[in-house]
């Protein structure tokens, strides 16, 4: 056996020798760059040799590569690894060296060379595939390639990148080299036209999870940075590092079509792996992709994201709290692009999704699939939360006229007693109303956070006021609370809110550092409007039963930025007779109030009037409140702020019997703003609210707190009884006029609402008939006015006799009859 062996090598060699020098050229430059021992690597002089010859002779690259692909394929099926290192480094340098016109061909047995040591099962061949197909990548071809395709080569480094090979340090090499490979293949087609399209959804829906599987099995660091600039060498070679390059790069060169599908698989990913809850890493992902997509494309992350919602509506709440979060953290960062040309589908889908979670809320279930309700109800309140506030940080982001814009279509939503919107009736129904108006309130809250507008008629307009208003006479004391807070901070402009937290007297109110400016022509246009509407809701609200705390310091902080912000000298005087109006609640005490309620009330007209004393520095003013203020301290220190507004008021069981000295006199601030310049004659007149629609739908518990009566009512503990004008008698009669007026408005409105139902409803023949009889009746009249208009006056004798001795009328042309002087035009 061993001589018939050594035969034939002796056979091959003498062929060998014999026909080497009538082999082509090419092949013998291939061979001479193969040494001996492969331990000695690439012969250079004869790679030189190669590398000119193909250089002098493109039209033989193409057979170079062929000859090349040709002992590659045969040294990987005999493990000689050794040549097939040899073997790509040549096929590098000659495509480094090369940029004619048959590099194309050329390129062809390279890429099956590459994909050659892509299937093999050894982790070191396919590493070295990948690095020869990213030099490759790096290339700048000359000439376009038509037919060439790379849909292998996603595959592969795709699978490379989820390896799961026993060995760490393997594995780790095996899922750079695949994200690698992955960067290559972008850089390679993502700007040529003529490549594959590797936006299309199958190329995107295996490198996109690829990468984000490799960043999802990173360490998370408390913080990070939005570039991987800072990191060290040996963290860029990581996994995570190199995927999360990649995937900002290949977000980077996404143009407007290509965003939708380049989104799609993170989001699918995101719901395969269950990676909403936590939140951490889905949020870190949406950070890479609105900080690497360009800025004007920001809205379509924010519409895919939108649309996900809409779709995972019936998931757990977990899940969809996740997807809100991700949404308000994109928000922010679209800031400096835009939100897209549909502002108010972005807030419809969340109000709407608001809306089912109350719903799952109250009943437990999504549709029939009946639930644990204690979680539920917990995850639901978490998600309701959420949506609150992504709506405030998509607000944050809009110009201040689509804020407005918002805020009308928020407050449209608000489920409210009128005679346009009706609301659900029974328990559930109450329940389903109550919880809807919280959350939308508290959206609306979010989204009025931080809203600056130097004119206040542009905040708010008459439609987005009145409804808001009409808020605040309900029962229910959270949505006054909210309806407070809204106006709040719409008033404030300057940021003096924080400086009425707490109600307090204090004696110098330059330690506050206040803000204040003067009072603009569109601030005084807008209280002329609507200023006696905003106080009588303050009194309204003031009477309340069920306040607490927080209402009262709300109050306290409405009154005074009202003077601060939008006060002039007529808006002054009714603010002040507003809080004595106050006052006088406590005092007369119509409605039963508490003893808290009732000392609460004389503590903020205190705290207000101690305030705008100081504001209008008028020294007798001043010097009354001050007097009035230290009685109190010495006789009745349970109706200043410092003991009422404390976590264990300090009250007295009977308020019945107070002294004059402890209350603030109108008579006595009417004398001494008078002698300043006030209207003396406004000052000294009490404050009554007027009578509006919403007093009689809105639930109240007294006729007094919805009909007002337009008389001076006679105080029996007031201390201005002597000085008073004389009251108006309430007799019988008055009271009846008042309640029969009423009567009939409410006749004339039912009257009203049924004509505009029934040309609503009605068949259009009934309508008709109705009309022509109407248009019948009508003509009719107006033939006997024509009648008796051209009818002659009657003669003296009242007929004129003719030749024949009978009576005759006598015409009298139309141009000589004489008209009144009001019918003549």
């Not at 029939?368 to 539920?376: D, H, N, P, Q, Y």
């Amino acid at each position: 056996m061993e001589c018939r062996a050594a035969a034939e090598r002796h056979v091959c060699n003498g062929v060998c020798g014999c026909c080497g020098a009538l082999r082509p050229r090419y092949k013998r430059l291939v061979d001479n760059i193969f040494p001996e021992d492969p331990e000695d690597g690439l012969v250079k002089t004869n790679m030189e040799k190669l590398t000119f010859y193909a250089l002098s002779a493109p039209e033989k690259l193409d057979r170079i590569g062929a000859y090349l692909s040709e002992r590659l394929i045969r040294d990987v099926g005999r493990h000689r690894y050794g040549y097939v290192c040899i073997a790509m480094e040549a096929l590098d340098q000659l495509l480094m060296a090369c940029h004619c016109q048959s590099i194309n061909l050329f390129v062809e047995s390279f890429l099956k060379m590459v994909a050659k040591l892509l299937e093999s099962e050894k982790p070191n061949l396919q590493i070295l595939g990948t690095n020869s197909f990213v030099k490759f990548a790096n290339i700048e071809e000359d000439t376009p390639s038509y037919h060439r395709s790379y849909d292998f080569f996603v595959s592969r480094f795709s699978e490379m990148c989820h390896s799961s090979h026993d060995d760490p340090e393997i594995r780790t090499k095996i899922r750079t080299s695949g994200i690698k490979g992955l960067q290559g293949v972008v850089r390679k087609t993502v700007n040529d036209e003529l490549q594959a399209n590797i936006w299309d959804p199958q190329h995107m829906d295996k490198i996109v999870p690829s990468l984000l599987f490799n960043l999802q099995h990173a360490e998370e660091a408390e913080s990070r940075s939005p570039s991987p600039l800072q990191a060290t060498e040996k963290e860029k070679e990581s996994p995570t590092e190199l995927a999360e390059r990649c995937l900002r790069e290949l977000l980077g060169r996404a143009a407007y079509g290509n965003i939708k599908n380049a989104i799609k698989p993170v989001l699918i990913h995101l719901d395969n792996h269950s990676l909403w809850e936590p939140k951490t890493f889905a949020i870190r992902c949406f950070k890479i992709i609105m900080y690497s997509i360009q800025p004007q494309h920001s809205h379509l992350v924010i519409q895919q994201l939108l649309g996900h919602l809409d779709a995972n509506s019936k998931s757990a709440a977990t899940v969809r709290a996740g997807i809100v979060e991700v949404l308000s953290e994109a928000a922010v960062i679209a800031a400096s692009g835009s939100v897209g040309p549909t502002v108010l589908e972005v807030f419809n889908t969340l109000l709407r999704q608001l809306r089912l979670s109350i719903d799952y809320e109250l009943t437990g279930s999504y549709d029939g699939a009946v639930l644990s309700t204690k979680i539920k109800e917990h995850e639901e309140r978490m998600f309701q939360e959420a949506v609150i506030k992504t709506t405030g940080s998509f607000a944050s982001t809009l110009p201040t006229y689509q804020r407005s814009e918002v805020m009308l279509f928020i407050m449209s939503k608000v489920p409210l007693p009128s005679l346009h919107h009706a609301i659900e009736a029974g328990k559930a129904g109450e329940n389903r109303n109550r919880l809807t108006q919280i959350m939308l309130l508290k959206s609306l809250l979010q989204v009025s956070t931080g809203f600056q507008c130097s004119n206040m008629l542009t905040a708010l307009p008459s439609s987005f006021l009145d409804r808001l208003l009409s808020t605040a006479l309900m029962e229910d004391a959270d949505l006054r609370l909210f309806v407070l807070e809204i106006l709040i901070s719409f008033i404030d402009r300057h940021g003096n809110r924080h400086k009425f937290s707490t109600i307090s007297t204090i004696n110098d109110i330059s330690v506050l550092k206040l803000k204040v400016d003067k009072c603009s022509r569109q601030d005084t246009v807008f209280m002329k409007k609507h200023s006696q509407q905003l106080y009588r809701h303050i009194y309204l609200t003031s009477k309340q039963e069920s306040n607490v705390q927080p209402h009262y310091e709300a109050l306290y902080s409405m009154l005074a930025l009202v003077s601060i912000e939008l006060a002039n000298e007529e808006v002054v005087v009714d603010l002040i007779r507003l809080v004595l109006a106050v006052q006088e609640i406590a005092q007369i005490n119509e409605d039963n109030l508490p003893v808290y309620n009732r000392c609460a009330l004389y503590a903020l007209g205190a705290a207000y009037l101690n305030l705008i004393s100081q504001l209008t520095t008028v020294p007798a003013f001043c010097q009354h409140i001050h007097e009035v203020l230290e009685t109190r301290q010495k006789e009745a220190p349970y109706l200043l702020p410092e003991d009422v507004f404390v976590e264990t008021p300090r009250l007295t069981k009977n308020l019945d019997h107070l002294v004059p000295e402890v209350f603030f006199r109108q008579s006595k601030i009417s004398e001494v703003l008078g002698g300043s310049g006030y209207n003396s004659e406004r000052l000294s007149t009490p404050y009554i609210p007027q009578l509006t629609d919403e007093d009689r739908l809105s639930k109240r518990k007294s006729i007094g707190e919805t009909i007002s009566l337009q008389v001076e009512l006679e105080s029996r503990n007031s201390p201005e009884k002597e000085e008073r004008a004389p009251a108006e008698e309430i007799t019988y009669e008055t009271l009846k006029k008042a309640i029969d007026s009423v009567a009939v408005e409410e006749q004339e409105r039912e009257r009203r609402r049924q004509v505009v139902e029934k040309f609503q409803k009605a068949p259009f023949e009934e309508i008709a008939a109705h009309c022509g009889a109407r248009a019948s009746l009508l003509q009719s009249k107006l033939n006997q006015i024509f009648e008796i208009t051209i009818r002659p006056p009657p003669s003296p004798s009242g007929t004129i006799t003719a030749a024949y001795g009978q009576p005759q009328n006598h015409s009298v042309p139309v141009y000589e009859m004489k008209f009144p002087d009001l019918c003549v035009y």
